[in-house]
């Protein structure tokens, strides 16, 4: 009776050992990305939707804001917003090789006919390609990409980013 105990026992024992070995991805991410597809600057809130960790292989979706001028064409406060929002791919361990595509809303204040301040919307593509140090548990994380916007669909523009943040 005490071996079918002792070899039951080991059999739990082994589960538990093995749930140890892969421990979940902190799948929340707060960061501040400096230049990049948010303007000048953006904070951003990054959520990793799919992780398939025996193949390295994550899946993340970012919103983010961001501002390009604080003031407008009279030097009033009324500052140009940027919300990115895109989709990534992460390939790695702890050192990341990252892909990505986004779509950014900006809303830029422009003088009107009269003169007045009014508020246009457009769209924009982006793309991604970059690095990112981070773990799979809480803690600070960095990277590096470069993000091409195409302006209005039309005008291919260069850009770069280095970002900083926390994941938890």
Request: charged share 15%.
């Amino acid at each position: 009776m005490s071996k079918y105990i002792f070899r039951l026992s080991l059999f739990f024992l082994s589960f538990g050992i093995h749930a140890q070995k892969d421990l979940p991805i902190s799948k929340n991410i707060l960061y501040v990305e400096g230049l990049g597809i948010g303007g000048f600057g953006s904070i951003n809130y990054e959520r990793i939707l799919f992780d398939i960790p025996q193949h390295k292989i994550s899946l993340s979706g970012r919103l983010g804001v961001g501002t390009y001028n604080f003031l407008d064409y009279n030097h009033h406060f009324n500052p140009d917003l940027i919300f990115p929002i895109g989709i990534y791919a992460f390939y790695g361990k702890t050192h990341h090789a990252e892909l990505g595509i986004g779509y950014i809303l900006s809303t830029i204040v422009q003088a009107s006919r009269s003169l007045q301040p009014i508020r246009k919307a457009n769209t924009h593509l982006s793309f991604s390609i970059g690095y990112r140090y981070q773990k799979n548990s809480k803690g600070l994380f960095i990277g590096l990409r470069y993000s091409p916007i195409i302006e209005f669909y039309k005008h291919f523009k260069h850009w770069g980013a280095a970002y900083v943040g926390y994941c938890f």
